[in-house]
């Protein structure tokens, strides 16, 4: 399978499972997850999720958790809705950039600086 294809593939999969998590999911831990990123495998049997949530490492437990139990119906879902030969098992990873963003954003308006400067 060509790069091109599997960013296409990232993309559709990162997208739908926004769209799910957002709408479809009533697991409370889930709330506030956020996808940041999918790599999928050349032979797209795996999909590498990334995603971040806010809050500490409490947050990050229950998201984690909440994905973990949740793997199993997201790809069923993604398997209805996507076009694909074979639906990729999801495996879920926390990416921290949003709390090193979020972090960021707190030092500079603690600095007292603006976005112009």
Do not use: C
Request: hydrophobic share 35%; proline share 3%.
């Amino acid at each position: 399978m060509g790069k091109k294809y599997q960013h296409r593939v990232s993309d559709l999969i990162r997208s739908r499972l926004m769209n799910l998590l957002e709408r479809k999911v009533n697991d409370p831990r889930l709330r506030m997850v956020t996808i940041t990123d999918v790599e999928i495998t050349p032979d797209t049997a795996r999909a590498d999720v990334y995603y971040g949530v806010l809050g500490g490492t409490e947050a990050q437990a229950e998201a984690q958790e909440g994905l973990d139990s949740a793997a199993g119906w997201l790809r069923h879902e993604l398997g209805q809705r996507l076009r694909l030969p074979h639906t990729p098992e999801l495996v879920f990873h926390y990416d921290s950039s949003l709390n090193r963003g979020e972090r960021i954003a707190n030092i500079l308006k603690e600095l007292d600086i603006s976005e112009e400067d």
